[in-house]
């Protein structure tokens, strides 16, 4: 699918514009405190011309023949473009607990990391977060290695996307 770089694209956004969009596609997760499973996903990435874009991401499980189980995660936050590549992000989760990422954008690649994650009472508790995105042949890869419920950091999420629309 072609992809055209809007013309109110601001130009700190520039190292992370390949991200705009619609992206759906499939992925694993697996952690010691759950059984492994399979999910269905859709990732929107929004600009309006600002240095900064919009973020929404919904997830459902899928059986191994690809079909809806039920709904799963949902987040919501903005990823802030910086000068020289770099991104500061905030993040809010359906499961209650909202995360302030640092990073870097570099030719298709991203790394951001965790500075700070609050959550809510009835929240399992996340410590620390770190995610890697990238640009793939035209297909957004990313994996979440994730520290919560008194596990070390570790790998979580994986998936590969395609952009559509």
């Given amino acids: 699918m072609a992809f055209e770089l809007p013309q109110n694209l601001h130009p700190d956004c520039g190292p992370i514009a390949w991200l705009l969009g619609t992206w759906q596609g499939n992925g694993h997760g697996d952690y010691p405190t759950i059984e492994k499973y399979q999910f269905g996903q859709e990732l929107i990435f929004q600009q309006d011309g600002r240095p900064f874009f919009h973020y929404m991401a919904r997830s459902w499980i899928v059986d191994d023949e690809g079909n809806k189980l039920r709904d799963a995660a949902q987040e919501t936050g903005f990823i802030r473009a910086r000068p020289e590549g770099k991104l500061e992000m905030v993040l809010a989760h359906a499961t209650g607990f909202a995360e302030i990422w640092y990073g870097q954008a570099e030719g298709g690649k991203i790394e951001l990391r965790t500075a700070g994650i609050g959550f809510t009472e009835s929240a399992k508790?996340?410590?620390?977060?770190?995610?890697?995105y990238g640009n793939v042949e035209g297909d957004l890869l990313y994996a979440y290695d994730m520290a919560a419920m008194g596990q070390p950091l570790q790998p979580h999420l994986w998936a590969r996307l395609k952009r559509v629309g």
């Fill in 125 to 132: 508790e996340v410590t620390e977060g770190h995610r890697l």
